[in-house]
């Protein structure tokens, strides 16, 4: 498959002009709304596939729409083919109502389609994971996300690469008042600070999402982990937005 790159500041090559095939999670949310114009944009892909429990109402000639069941993932796990997984599924223990549900979302839904992806030979897998997330942190929303990081990474998978973004910052479509004072109190500890506690800066989910499709193109094999201060820094090396 022909492929144009070009050399960045970091001396990887990048990808600038392809003809891949995205395959996309989470469309409806927050990073992964921003994930979806950036890809439709970018040069690297042709064919954007995008997997949701209700159609989006978004008409581009590269969009490629599948309602699915994410309960039943053997109905549209032969679907799963493409070049870069990107995975922004997520919601809140609020949202879900129970442990289980926040799990199923977050954990098992995933998981479920980043092995079915890998299996039909999907090169990458870019995964919306949280600042603090670890399998055995106290927090059931830490653990569960540090779970899902230590299963993925054990997937073959050429590059696996994992954001760890702290709260997001930017127009929801649901009201989510937690999340928006957590961000001023953020940004105000981070001012008294200094910056010292920099990982947990809030930060724009357009960034988040800018700095993902700026990773999917450079050619980083293994296992991946993107702290949340160093989203900015990958973002800004994203030709499509400039």
């Known amino acids: 498959m022909p492929y144009v790159v070009k050399k960045i500041k970091t001396q990887l090559l990048e990808i600038i002009k392809d003809q891949k ?3 996309l999670l989470g469309a409806s949310g927050l990073v992964g709304g921003y994930c979806l114009r950036l890809l439709l944009d970018h040069g690297a892909y042709e064919k954007v596939v995008v997997f949701t429990r209700r159609a989006l109402p978004v008409s581009h000639s590269k969009l490629e729409q599948h309602v699915v069941d994410f309960d039943l993932p053997q109905t549209f796990s032969h679907l799963l083919k493409g070049d870069d997984l990107y995975c922004c599924l997520g919601t809140t223990m ?3 109502g129970s442990k289980e549900a926040f799990f199923k979302v977050d954990y098992t839904y995933a998981y479920e389609v980043a092995r079915a992806a890998v299996e039909n030979g999907v090169n990458q897998f870019l995964l919306v994971s949280s600042v603090g997330a ?3 942190s106290i927090f059931y929303y830490s ?3 540090g779970e899902l990081e230590d299963a993925v990474k ?3 998978f050429w590059a696996v690469h994992i954001f760890q973004p702290s709260v997001l910052l930017g127009e929801r479509n649901e009201n989510r008042w937690g999340e928006q004072w957590a961000a001023k109190i953020g940004k105000r500890i981070d001012a008294l600070t200094g910056g010292l ?5 809030p930060v724009e989910a357009e960034v988040v999402a800018a700095a993902m499709v700026s990773v ?7 296992v991946q982990v993107y702290p949340s201060h160093y989203l900015q820094q990958l973002s800004e090396q994203l030709p499509a937005i400039r």
């Not at 506690?197 to 800066?201: D, F, G, I, Q």
Request: charged share 20%; no cysteine.
């Open 197 to 201: 506690l920099s990982k947990y800066r």
């Open 94 to 96: 609020a949202k879900a």
């Open 143 to 145: 653990r569960v996300k």
């Open 216 to 222: 999917a193109q450079q050619f980083q094999p293994g």
């Open 134 to 136: 670890d399998a055995n």
């Open 154 to 156: 054990q997937l073959p």
């Open 21 to 23: 095939t995205a395959l």
